[in-house]
């Protein structure tokens, strides 16, 4: 994870939820400036992460968690879009090329001559996926448009799937969620927007339904659209035959077992609220929905729509509970409210905040399990950000919280978070931001990647965009603040 103190600045340290092992990596940035790791990735007993290098360049790193085990997988870049690990290690990372003024898709063993560009005519959010050792993303040629390729890894491996949208129309998948060892995704095919499956070949890239699901384009506890529980994949989408607004879905992958589970609000005046933050906890799947009777609260299913249910009215009335960052842990239900730990086991009495001294006191931001250990990140008047870490008591069942890092070491909330509601918007939106917020910028584009709005702002918590502006369709908002970047789909109705 990535800390602050003073003399190092934010770097990358590793615990293993105990004081004296806490410690401090890699002084990869040397000096106060630190390297401001973020996204980090786990995969094949390593660690990847983007890092600054200077104050104008990024690289992605591996480390295997040991001193002096860091290596620098890529070359510097002044952007870099998003990344994805092959089982075989290899580094498939999306950059803007300013030179070129394109996107490209390049891939890295960690070498100069391992280093390759794959392809230069990227869509402009990439939607990087991978199954096994081939990468899933967009990309574009004069002929097919923009579509769903795929990569080995060599240039002679790299081209279209299938040509979605026949001709030069642009299908764009979009969000790749990895179910069954194949890809699933929105796109149009040029008549709907439809919700796709690929293997990777023609013939195996077919459409399921024609409804519009929702994206996950930075996979996070608080936006989940996509989840699998006890083996069926879950989702939230739009049938625009209906106009039902959003509803809970699921597919075993087949067109006849991609179907409904329950409109959760079905007296919706638009395709908001959306079912989302979906996450699985031991074969039932628990979200954050709102039926427009009880305001947006925890609800769990079964598949059925009987066994889709409120879990509990947190707060009663139709003002609802502010529900972030649910995680699966110790076969419960770990989540925010208002900066409070929760727990839920399913029932109403089961759901409850956490009643633990060790983090009586402490505001809570951001969550995260590992192995047998909840790992929060929280502040408080005395210590200001710190790491604390939890292991349930065999005995009680209770969650016992202790402070892990010494007061020096403050945990470091650079991650940018970002929220826009309503979305679908009619004429007003706004975008909601926390987390690392110092010198922001958010810009609006339409599908073509033509940008239509820009705002740079700093510590701010509330952006309001100019949706009455635009025709009826979908854009894309991207948020930056100098070392992370997220996009959000925004529907205008």
Same mark, same amino acid.
């Given at each position: ?21 806490? *410690?401090?990596?890699?002084? #990869?940035?040397?000096?106060? +400036? ?11 007993? +390593? &660690?990847?992460? !983007? ?31 998003? =990344? ?10 999306? *950059? ?33 996926? *991978? #199954?096994?050792? &081939? ?32 001709? !030069? ?31 990777? %070949? ?20 608080? /936006?989940?659209?996509?989840? !699998? ?21 699921? /597919? ?5 077992? %991609? ?19 979906? /996450? ?5 799947? =628990? ?36 529900? !972030?960052?649910?995680?699966? =842990? ?9 900066? #409070? ?24 931001? @951001? ?6 250990? @909840? ?11 710190? @790491? ?29 978070? %970002? ?5 679908? +918007? ?56 100098? /070392?992370?970047?997220? &996009? *959000? ?5």
């Amino acid at each position: 994870f990535s800390a602050y103190e003073r003399e190092h600045g934010t770097e990358l340290y590793r615990t293993d939820g105990k004081d004296r092992v806490t *410690i401090l990596l890699d002084d #990869i940035l040397p000096g106060e +400036a630190g390297s401001n790791g973020y996204n980090f990735v786990s995969k094949n007993n +390593a &660690t990847w992460f !983007i890092a600054t290098n200077s104050s104008t360049t990024l690289s992605i790193y591996k480390t295997n968690g040991a001193k002096y085990g860091l290596q620098k997988m890529v070359p510097d870049y002044q952007y870099i879009q998003d =990344f994805k690990i092959g089982n075989n290690g290899l580094v498939f990372y999306g *950059i803007y090329n300013y030179n070129t003024n394109k996107y490209e898709l390049w891939r890295s063993d960690g070498t100069a001559t391992g280093t390759i560009l794959l392809s230069s005519t990227l869509y402009y959010n990439n939607y990087l996926n *991978i #199954i096994g050792n &081939t990468a899933f993303f967009v990309a574009g040629d004069s002929e097919h448009g923009y579509e769903l390729w795929k990569s080995d890894g060599s240039i002679a491996g790299t081209g279209i799937v299938k040509d979605i949208n026949p001709g !030069i129309g642009n299908s764009v998948p979009a969000g790749m969620f990895v179910y069954k060892n194949e890809v699933y995704f929105g796109t149009n095919d040029g008549a709907n927007p439809a919700f796709w499956k690929s293997d990777g %070949t023609n013939g195996g890239t077919i459409k399921l339904q024609d409804i519009d699901p929702w994206y996950d384009y930075n996979v996070s506890s608080s /936006t989940r659209f996509f989840c !699998i529980s006890n083996k069926i994949l879950y989702f939230s989408a739009i049938n625009y035959a209906d106009s039902k607004g959003t509803q809970l879905w699921k /597919t075993d992958g087949t067109v006849a077992g %991609t179907r409904v589970v329950k409109d959760v609000s079905p007296n919706a005046g638009s395709f908001y609220p959306v079912p989302f933050a979906l /996450t699985d906890i031991n074969g039932t799947l =628990f979200f954050i929905g709102n039926d427009e009777v009880h305001g947006t609260e925890l609800w769990k299913s079964d598949g059925t729509e009987t066994g889709t249910q409120l879990v509990k009215d947190i707060i009663p009335g139709t003002e609802g509970t502010n529900i !972030i960052s649910p995680v699966s =842990f110790s076969r419960k239900l770990f989540f925010l409210n208002n900066g #409070i730990l929760w727990t839920s086991d399913g029932t109403v009495d089961g759901t409850k905040p956490v009643d633990d001294p060790g983090i009586s006191n402490v505001s809570v931001s @951001l969550i995260v399990p590992a192995s047998d250990k @909840l790992f929060l990140s929280g502040t408080t008047y005395r210590y200001g950000w710190e @790491l604390y870490a939890g292991v349930v008591n065999d005995e009680t069942g209770k969650l016992v919280m202790s402070r892990t890092s010494n007061a020096k070491t403050a945990i470091s909330a650079t991650s940018l978070n %970002t929220v826009i509601y309503p979305n679908p +918007a009619l004429s007003n939106a706004t975008l909601q931001l926390s987390g690392n917020t110092k010198n922001v910028s958010v810009s609006i584009t339409d599908m073509n990647g033509r940008k239509l709005w820009q705002n740079n702002s700093s510590d701010v918590m509330f952006v309001n965009l100019p949706v009455e502006k635009y025709v009826a369709g979908v854009y894309f908002v991207t948020v930056t603040n100098g /070392t992370e970047s997220k &996009t *959000i789909r925004l529907v205008k109705q």
